[in-house]
Antibody, heavy 115, light 107 residues
Framework: EVQLVESGGGLVKPGSSLKLSCVAS????????MHWIRQAPKKGLEWIAL????????YYADSVKGRFTISRDNSKNTLYLEMNSLRSEDTAMYYC????????WGQGVMVTVSS | DVVLTQSPATLSVTPGERISLSCRASESVDTYLHWYQQKPNESPRLLIK???QSISGIPSRFSGSGSGTDFTLSINGVELEDLSIYYC?????????FGAGTKLELK
């Protein structure tokens, strides 16, 4: 079964850092680009980052550029999102996703930024 | 950035009717337009890819059409389980963007 499982969320204070993980299974992780998408409470979906299959290219939404870093470890079938200088507006459910010939989303992990 | 405008924001429906949801792009996205369904506390589920391509496991009552800037998701015979929020998303140019969604509610 193709599956993505996120972890690492939680409650943090403004200005702090957090690193999310997304473990993939059921497909050849190292062959696909991967995305992070987030959804603030009661709001719509926002794409925030893309990493190519070989980490050769990374792209970010302006809202997170310079603060968030997407990375991956193909030997561990794991995608990461390192988030620095967190703000209250970063409070959201964070999803990892594989798009393309088949599309898979994880179940999401909640990040709450509050003092 | 490509702005996707979905209409209506909310649609009140009666089970069994045929409905159409609209998604309009601020510039051409060719057919790189995908439709998702999201129910409360669930991840989005892909319904239609590349404007009109069906997805395995998705009921045949869902169909998509359009290209360029104007797209439509149709549901032929709405069922109660279809009451949820529908999003369009463009994958033609970075940053990838989503529409604000259309909520289907019971009339």
């Amino acid at each position: 079964e193709v599956q993505l499982v996120e972890s690492g969320g939680g409650l943090v204070k403004p200005g702090s850092s957090l690193k999310l993980s997304c473990v993939a299974s059921g497909f050849t992780f190292s062959s696909y680009g991967m995305h992070w998408i987030r959804q603030a409470p009661k709001k719509g979906l926002e794409w925030i980052a893309l990493i190519y299959y070989d980490s050769s290219n990374k792209y970010y939404a302006d809202s997170v550029k310079g603060r968030f870093t997407i990375s991956r470890d193909n030997s561990k079938n794991t995608l990461y999102l390192e988030m620095n200088s967190l703000r209250s507006e970063d409070t959201a459910m964070y999803y990892c996703a594989k798009w393309g010939t088949t599309t898979v989303w994880g179940q999401g992990v909640m990040v709450t930024v509050s003092s | 950035d490509v702005v996707l405008t979905q209409s209506p924001a909310t649609l009140s429906v009666t089970p069994g009717e045929r409905i159409s949801l609209s998604c309009r792009a601020s510039e051409s996205v060719d057919t790189y337009l995908h439709w998702y369904q999201q129910k409360p506390n669930e991840s989005p589920r892909l319904l239609i890819k590349y404007a009109s391509q069906s997805i395995s496991g998705i009921p045949s009552r869902f169909s998509g059409s359009g290209s360029g800037t104007d797209f439509t998701l149709s549901i032929n015979g709405v069922e109660l389980e279809d009451l949820s929020i529908y999003y369009c998303q463009q994958g033609n140019s970075l940053p990838y963007t989503f529409g604000a969604g259309t909520k289907l509610e019971l009339k």
